[in-house]
C-alpha cells in the first residue's frame, strides 16, 4: 500500500514537472517570438527586466501607475495650447496619459463648474496621481473634488492661457469712468508700489482719451513689505465715500515719498482736510477699520486668481502683468472696442 502512495506521489510530481516546463518552454517561446516580431512582451520578461529593447524603441519601467488626464482647453485659443504644460508634466510624470477636452463641452463645463476653474488649459487628473511620487511631493499643488484632482499650473508659474472667470466688481470698489462701458479694467494695484503710480496716470489717460467707452475698477492689494499701504488703502476708500476717489487717489500717488517714510494714520488725515473732505467724518471712517474686510476679500479674489505682484489688470477678459506702456495699453482697448 505505502509502495502504491509512493509510485502516485512520483508520478504526480513528474506530471508537474513536465508542466512546468512546457509553461517554461512556452513562456520563453512567447518571448523570443515576440521579440523577433515586435509584437510585445511577455509578462516573464516585464516582470524581470526593468528595460526592455523591441526594434528602434526603448521601454522602461516605472513604479508609478498609469495616470489619466483631463486638459481642459479652447482649440480656437493660440495661447490655450497645453503642449509646453505636457512637455514638463511629462518629465515628472512619465506615466501620465492626456486627452484634451473642449471648454465648451458638456464634459468640459461639467469641470469647470466642479472646480470653479478660472483659467485654460486646465489640468484635471484622475485619482491614480494620488499613488504617485509626484502628488506625495506636491500635494499642495492639487484641489480634490470627489475621485478628481485639479492641478494648480498658475502655483508654479504657468502663465494663463485664457480667462473664463474675471474678479467680480462690488459697489466698495473704487471706480473711474462709467459703469456702462463696454471695456472695463480691473487693477489690482498697491499704493506703496512706486510701479502702480505711474500705472495710475496711463489708467487716469486711457479712461480720458475714451470718454464714455472705458472704466477702470480698482482692487487693494498692499503688499506686506509695504507698511503703510493697507493705511492708503483704507483711505482712497474713506474718501471715496465723500465721492473723492479719483482726487484722493492721484494725491496719495503723488505723495507717496512723503507718507510711505511714515507709520500710523494722521498724514492721510491731514490730506482729506487739504482736499475739502469731511474731516471728522473720514476719521472715523479710518478709526472704525470699515474697510478692512474689504480689503481682506480683495486679497483673498487676488489669491483665487494667482495674483502676487502688483499692478495686475484686466482688460475685460486680457491679462496684463506689470506696469506696461501707454502704446501696449492702447492697443488691447481697442482690440476690446471692435470686438
Not at 234 to 247: D, I, V
Not at 248 to 264: I, N, P
Not at 302 to 325: H, L, M, Q, T
Request: with cysteine.
Amino acid at each position: 500500500m505505502a509502495h502504491d502512495v509512493t509510485k502516485r506521489t512520483i508520478k504526480n510530481l513528474s506530471a508537474l514537472t513536465i508542466v512546468l516546463a512546457g509553461m517554461f518552454a512556452g513562456s520563453l517561446f512567447v518571448d523570443i517570438a515576440q521579440l523577433v516580431t515586435g509584437s510585445g512582451f511577455s509578462r516573464y520578461a516585464v516582470k524581470t527586466h526593468d528595460i526592455l529593447v523591441a526594434g528602434e524603441k526603448t521601454w522602461v519601467a516605472y513604479d508609478d501607475p498609469k495616470t489619466s488626464l483631463k486638459v481642459v482647453t479652447d482649440s480656437s485659443c493660440a495661447e490655450c495650447d497645453p503642449s509646453e504644460a505636457l512637455i514638463w508634466l511629462r518629465r515628472v510624470l512619465p506615466t501620465v496619459e492626456a486627452v484634451s477636452v473642449e471648454s465648451d463641452s458638456d464634459d468640459g463645463k461639467a469641470l469647470i463648474d466642479r472646480f470653479d476653474i478660472m483659467t485654460l488649459p486646465a489640468f484635471v487628473f484622475s485619482s491614480d496621481i494620488a499613488q504617485t511620487d509626484f502628488y506625495s511631493q506636491a500635494s499642495s499643488l492639487f484641489r480634490k473634488n470627489g475621485g478628481l484632482f485639479l492641478f494648480d499650473m498658475g502655483k508654479i508659474g504657468l502663465a494663463p492661457g485664457k480667462y473664463i472667470k474675471l474678479p467680480e466688481i462690488n459697489d466698495q470698489d473704487r471706480m473711474i469712468g462709467q459703469k456702462d462701458a463696454p471695456v472695463k479694467i480691473i487693477v489690482f494695484s498697491d499704493f506703496q508700489c512706486s510701479f502702480c503710480g505711474t500705472f495710475h496716470q496711463e489708467l487716469v489717460d486711457a479712461v480720458a482719451a475714451h470718454a464714455g467707452d472705458v472704466a477702470v475698477v480698482f482692487k487693494e492689494l498692499p503688499l506686506a513689505i509695504h507698511k503703510q499701504a493697507g493705511n492708503a488703502a483704507e483711505a482712497s476708500l474713506c474718501a471715496a465715500e465723500q465721492g473723492k476717489s479719483s482726487e484722493y487717489a492721484d494725491y496719495l500717488f503723488k505723495r507717496q515719498a512723503e507718507w510711505s517714510k511714515l507709520s500710523g494714520t494722521q498724514r492721510f488725515k491731514e490730506y482729506a482736510w487739504r482736499l475739502g473732505l469731511d474731516g471728522r467724518r473720514f476719521a472715523a471712517c479710518l478709526e472704525d477699520g470699515r474697510y478692512k474686510s474689504k480689503l481682506d476679500a480683495d486679497a483673498i479674489e487676488a489669491e483665487r486668481f494667482n495674483i502676487s505682484g502688483v499692478p495686475a489688470a484686466f482688460v475685460n477678459g486680457v491679462f496684463i502683468d506689470g506696469a506696461v506702456k501707454m502704446d501696449d495699453m492702447e492697443r488691447v482697448i481697442e482690440a476690446e472696442l471692435k470686438k
